[in-house]
């Protein structure tokens, strides 16, 4: 499966006292991954104002700490595709010496939603054939 990868600069202002990213930042940098994989992979020209998607639930796995100037990289997947929804998996990778460590892994479930309607709507087809292409699989 491929995975789409984001780079992450971490800021000062994300880091704790110890000099570890504030476990609340993960949330933010999965959703800067989320996005950039929509934007690089399924919908260069989204208008985010009339459909899109909305964050169901969340799950993060922290496994050691990731510091301020650590190169951090979230590898994000779909990894499935339902009628109204779809979940994606995040790994948490840091550039080493001794290679590629992964820091923390998560996982969102997302749903698709019509913002003035205020419903959920299938995913569109479009989107489903783009994943289903890019990362070879067939949801």
């Not at 969102?108 to 890019?134: C, G, M, S």
Request: glycine share 4%; net charge negative; hydrophobic share 40%.
């Amino acid at each position: 499966m491929n995975k789409h990868s984001t780079n992450i600069q971490i800021r000062f202002a994300d880091c704790d006292m110890l000099g570890h990213v504030n476990n609340a930042k993960f949330a933010t940098y999965m959703e800067i991954a989320r996005v950039q994989m929509v934007e690089d992979w399924i919908e260069t020209a989204k208008d985010w104002s009339e459909t899109g998607i909305l964050l169901a639930s969340i799950t993060i796995n922290f496994l050691s700490p990731i510091l301020l100037n650590d190169k951090l990289r979230i590898d994000s997947c779909v990894s499935s595709i339902g009628n109204k929804s779809f979940k994606m998996d995040y790994d948490f990778v840091v550039d080493s010496p001794e290679g590629d460590v992964i820091k923390a892994s998560g996982s969102t479930i997302l749903v698709y939603f019509h913002y003035q309607k205020k419903v959920t709507i299938p995913v569109p087809d479009e989107w489903r054939q783009k994943i289903n292409l890019l990362q070879e699989t067939n949801f």
